[in-house]
């Protein structure tokens, strides 16, 4: 909003005319305040808080309400969610679908919620999955990443990405206990770093060939961040890892966080910035105590010193100059 001060000042230098200043003036004081975000936000946490409250109070009158009933009235939101997203869907479109309203967005994610609500409950009550797990996982990975495209959601695909880092950890975890005792470890970590390089791919691809490209940030963030976690993770462990040695994981952390800080400036986004340039630190400080490893006395403490000085001049240079040198050509 201009300030009655600004807009004297522009006066006196006569940059603006007093009938213009006055105009200005008016349009701002009668101009209409958007609560756009504001009411969106108090209807996402509407639903959570909907959705919480709901599973409280049927936890607590489950022996009068019965399981049954539990299941169809569940059922029936979930459903009714999903009708009304479907009934004001727009057509399928790969760029960005703009709605004139926000509410059939959120009642597809009620209907998401409830979906995974739902299929716990019944898992505890029931045993519907049984021993399979993965399908638990891999179900709603499925339906959420088919509701995401479909509806254009971008927070019904966060729902699935994470779903399908579930599934991958669920589909390891358990053949960990026929081998090495060692695999859950590097299994883990090997297949957290997969999925990360993978759903950071799709992210390029759906950039650069236009396929929902503004998914490409959900994608790159969750993926990237995830494999960048489980390298780093895979850095410090103590366990072997055959199937992500160290030998491969400083020069993957290397590249990673290089494409981040390069993808930071073409999108202009500080939060890229942020991860390469953090994860870059810690590789490099890795590498630096590897080659300081055999160094003792005042030289090795002297460069340790020096390092970490320099490390928070670097940091205050970054959050004083990050945006100009995201904004260079």
């Not at 998914?215 to 790159?220: D, L, P, S, V």
């Not at 991860?275 to 105590?289: C, K, P, Q, R």
Request: charged share 10%.
């Amino acid at each position: 909003m201009v300030s009655d001060q600004l807009l004297d000042e522009l006066r006196h230098r006569g940059l603006l005319s007093a009938h213009h200043t006055e105009a200005i003036r008016q349009d701002e004081r009668s101009r209409p305040f958007s609560l756009h975000y504001e009411l969106r936000a108090a209807l996402y946490l509407g639903i959570t808080l909907l959705t919480g409250g709901l599973g409280v109070l049927l936890y607590q009158h489950l022996d009068d309400i019965g399981h049954g009933v539990v299941v169809l009235s569940m059922a029936v939101l979930m459903l009714t969610g999903f009708g009304y997203a479907a009934r004001h869907r727009q057509p399928f479109t790969w760029e960005q679908v703009t709605t004139s309203s926000f509410v059939p967005d959120y009642a597809l994610l009620l209907g998401c919620l409830l979906f995974l609500a739902l299929e716990t409950y019944l898992q505890v009550q029931y045993n519907l999955f049984g021993n399979r797990y993965g399908l638990a996982t891999v179900l709603p990975a499925v339906l959420f990443f088919l509701l995401a495209y479909r509806f254009d959601h971008r927070g019904v695909l966060a729902m699935a990405i994470t779903a399908l880092a579930s599934w991958v950890g669920v589909s390891v975890a358990p053949l960990s206990a026929f081998t090495d005792n060692n695999f859950l470890y590097y299994g883990l970590g090997g297949a957290a770093v997969g999925l990360g390089l993978l759903l950071t791919a799709v992210g390029f691809e759906a950039e650069i060939n236009r396929h929902k490209p503004h998914f490409a940030f959900t994608y790159i963030s969750l993926g990237a961040n995830l494999a960048l976690l489980a390298a780093t993770s895979a850095l410090f462990t103590f366990y072997p890892q055959p199937f992500l040695p160290k030998v491969l994981v400083v020069p993957l952390l290397v590249v990673l966080s290089g494409s981040l800080v390069w993808y930071a400036r073409r999108t202009k986004s500080y939060l890229f910035l942020l991860m390469g340039v953090l994860y870059g630190y810690i590789t490099v400080t890795y590498l630096l105590f590897r080659v300081l490893d055999g160094v003792h006395g005042e030289i090795g403490a002297t460069i340790v010193m020096l390092y970490f000085t320099l490390s928070a001049v670097g940091v205050v240079v970054l959050f004083v100059h990050g945006k100009k040198f995201l904004n260079r050509s």
